[in-house]
């Protein structure tokens, strides 16, 4: 069974840092693909970033600039680094995975990104 967990979410104030972490159940090599996603009220979920397993990066245009995905393998965890916060960064934030290509994903239970202006 894959189990994601996340934390680093919270409350920062606009132009704030945080950073997210998501430790998975399995193997980091195992896994084809990480990445998180957010949702904000009454919005769908869209992605943010991705990374795969030869360390390929997908942002969202939102992103890019201002978050760094990133893992660290010892630890099976893949990371968010977001900088230069905004409120519209307010979200639920989900980490992902697939096993294989085109599998179907993993989501962790999510953590709440608030920033305040």
């Known amino acids: 069974q894959v189990q994601l967990v996340e934390s680093g979410g919270g409350l920062v104030q606009a132009g704030g840092s945080l950073r997210l972490s998501c430790a998975a159940s399995?193997?980091?090599?195992?896994?084809?693909?990480m990445g998180w996603y957010r949702q904000a009220p009454g919005k769908q979920r869209e992605l943010v970033a991705n990374?795969?397993?030869?360390?390929?990066?997908n942002y969202a245009d939102s992103a890019k600039g201002r978050f760094t995905i990133s893992r660290d393998n010892a630890k099976n965890t893949v990371y968010l680094q977001m900088n230069s916060l905004k409120p519209e960064d307010t979200a639920v934030y989900y980490c992902?995975?697939?096993?294989?290509?085109?599998?179907?994903?993993?989501w962790g239970q999510g953590t709440q990104v608030t920033v305040s202006s």
């Open positions: 992902s995975i697939t096993i294989v290509p085109g599998g179907r994903p993993f």
């Open positions: 399995i193997d980091i090599f195992s896994i084809n693909a």
């Open positions: 990374l795969g397993r030869r360390g390929s990066t």
